[in-house]
């Protein structure tokens, strides 16, 4: 449902009519919207996923290694000589050789052939071979090294899908902030244009009635002109923030898309601050680049160690023969009946020992895999670190910016109503324009600083969210593959 729900947004906005543009004005998208659009579009998330379709193929054929594999091959040849001017008799010679052969997961390799050559007589015969490694390359361990590399990868590359999708929800939640941020700004740009004209009028109508110096109409206009400049300053950063957003959701940036305003309270009382304790647990478990070093550190490494110590070992390996068939001439040795009369059979077994003397470059390969493998180590223990610092500081940076709102709200009351006695000042002949300047321009500021602590704290909270791996849960988004 939620895809088909996604599908018919796409195409909402890829061909809205335009009639209907004219009359209800351009798609809208809310936050929700474009998050759940952002997961089946943005091409991040697409690429990861058909990464993780070729690392399943290739598991795939690390565990086709292990099935039966069939051949087949066929020939025909014909020949007719002339010497001396004389014609010699010609001769044909036809061959069919199927084949089937299987590696076990310890190593066994078992081939199983037929022959069937016709040349003047039908001679056909079947052979089995079968091959055992007995100390270097025995075992389903070291056998099935690439298959459980492969293994590994495809579980890292599911990671990685939600590693990206984690990213891709937050960055539509960060840009879709930078958009309320910056539409929010503009109405306080507005509100200070209307101040800033509404104290022109007012001192224009002081001057006419002679209780202002007319000096004084010039400090306000320019108040005006400063609060316009401002306000187209920040029309452009609006306009770059949506840009950003339809990037982050993975759309066309020419779209036409009107974005729904976001109840910012509701939004900050869908996260939830777990305890510092939990913040470190979880951000340690969830971690995608902390649980694919280990995966590599337990796995790959690991198994590179194994093999570079399986490949400084003695090789000893078992063969076994068996073939019947393939006789010449006619009689006994002609005929399907051939292969199973024992006219012509034979067997064999044998060992094949060899002794690597003085093999430095076996020797470099163990050394290497076990610096690899002390390396991996050190480097998980130092990423643990880092993501319980990132944890830490993330928590604390949350529990600041919740502070920071609250202070800023307070301003922000507080230098309101500053404004409002200045203003009543400022009609009473109290005080000057330029006084009520500074109270208009100290009202911004407070304005300006509450919006940014309460999008501070909803991005630390959004941050936090992504570090700890709750983002897609939050969300209620399920990974599907």
Known sequence: MVFVWLWSIANAIAAYPEQDSKNKGMPQLSLDDAILLAVRSNPNVQSSRLSYVAQKFSLWVQEWQFYPHYSFQASAAFSNNRISGQSSSGSHNYDVQPAVSLVTPIGTTLTLSASNPDINHYNPGISLQI???????????????????????????????????????????????????????????????????????????????????????VTVEANVASAKTQLENDKNSLAQARYALLTAIGLDPNADIRFSSL?????????????????????????????????????????????????????????????????????????????????????SVGLTLQIP??????????????????????????????KETGAINSWNTVVSAERALRFAVDAQTLQEKTYQVSYQKYLHGLIDSLELQSAQLSLIQAQQASLNARINYLRALVNLDLIIGNTLRTWKINVRL
């Open 131 to 217: 091959m055992q490694p007995l100390i270097r390359g025995f075992g389903k361990a070291v056998v099935e090294a690439s298959l459980n590399d492969a293994r590994d990868s495809t579980v890292i590359s599911r990671l990685n899908i939600e590693g990206v999708l984690r990213s891709t929800v937050t960055d539509v939640i960060n840009a879709y902030l930078g958009v309320v941020s910056a539409e929010q700004t503009v109405v306080i740009d507005e509100d200070a244009v209307k101040r800033a004209e509404k104290s022109v009028e007012q001192t224009r109508l002081f001057i006419k009635a002679g209780h202002k110096a007319g000096n004084e109409l």
């Open 263 to 347: 109840d910012v309270q509701s939004l900050i009382r869908k996260y939830h601050l777990p305890a510092l304790a939990e913040a470190k647990k979880l951000t340690l478990e969830n971690d995608i680049q902390y649980q694919t070093e280990e995966i590599t550190l337990h796995g790959q490494k690991s198994r590179n160690l194994m093999v570079a110590e399986d490949n400084t070992r003695w090789k000893l390996d078992f063969t076994a023969n068996v073939a019947t068939g393939s006789g010449s001439g006619g009689g006994l040795n002609a005929g399907i009946n051939s292969v199973f009369n024992g006219a012509n059979q034979a067997q």
């Open 357 to 386: 003397i003085d093999d430095q470059q076996s020797k470099q390969a163990v050394v290497n895999a076990k610096i690899a493998l002390k390396q991996a180590e050190l480097a998980l223990l130092q990423d643990k670190w880092n």
